[in-house]
T-cell receptor, first 109, second 113 residues
Framework: GQNIDQPTEMTATEGAIVQINCTYQ??????LFWYQQHAGEAPTFLSY??LDGLEEKGRFSSFLSRSKGYSYLLLKELQMKDSASYLC??????????WGAGTKLIIKP | DAGITQSPRHKVTETGTPVTLRCHQTENHRYMYWYRQDPGHGLRLIHYSYGVKDTDKGEVSDGYSVSRSKTEDFLLTLESATSSQTSVYFC????????????FGPGTRLTVL
């Protein structure tokens, strides 16, 4: 079957760095997405990886290792507004997105 | 932001009643999707459309039907709502499933009593 695992909840301190991990087992792989979702709102696109390595976009970076079925999202210089759920999704061989359950990130002052 | 709206935004209905949710886009994207989001689960695909009158089932399609008579509108119908269909429903659009991301509407919170 298809499976995407990410931690249910994480807590971090304002100004610090946090890494959110995602492991996947899917039927085929055509890219991995990270989305941010604030409570009561729609998911919004953060990053996309299709090749191994690190993609950096401001305070956010995303890493992919296809051989290990593993990705992480790195958030630096955490701000209170970063409190949200972070969703990992894999595009499978049918070009459908398979979604993890999301990681709720709590930022403390 | 992509121009996607959903209506209604909130709905409370009773078991056994029909319900239709509407997704409207102004981006002229070819692909449209309906997902449901429940605690402890990832977004799950209900149905999707790859053009006018072209639709296909997703992972959790039982109890749901869809229609797309115009590029900009994608309707999701629960023929006879059940309490297990209480959820938050999101519509998404994309220009192509092979490249690029999906853009999401604001969601509809549906409660079936």
């Amino acid at each position: 079957g298809q499976n995407i695992d990410q931690p249910t909840e994480m807590t971090a301190t304002e100004g610090a760095i946090v890494q959110i991990n995602c492991t996947y087992q899917t039927s085929g792989f055509n890219g991995l997405f990270w989305y941010q979702q604030h409570a009561g709102e729609a998911p919004t696109f953060l990053s996309y990886n299709v090749l191994d390595g690190l993609e950096e976009k401001g305070r956010f970076s995303s890493f992919l290792s296809r051989s290990k079925g593993y990705s992480y999202l790195l958030l630096k210089e955490l701000q209170m507004k970063d409190s949200a759920s972070y969703l990992c999704a894999v595009r499978d061989s049918n070009y459908q997105l398979i979604w993890g359950a999301g990681t709720k990130l709590i930022i403390k002052p | 932001d992509a121009g996607i709206t959903q209506s209604p935004r909130h709905k409370v209905t009773e078991t056994g009643t029909p319900v239709t949710l509407r997704c409207h886009q102004t981006e002229n994207h070819r692909y449209m999707y309906w997902y449901r989001q429940d605690p402890g689960h990832g977004l799950r695909l209900i149905h999707y459309s790859y053009g006018v009158k072209d639709t296909d089932k997703g992972e959790v399609s039982d109890g749901y039907s869809v229609s797309r008579s115009k590029t900009e509108d994608f309707l999701l119908t629960l023929e006879s709502a059940t309490s297990s269909q209480t959820s938050v429903y999101f519509c998404a659009i994309s220009d192509s499933p092979e490249v690029g991301e999906q853009f999401f509407g604001p969601g509809t919170r549906l409660t079936v009593l």
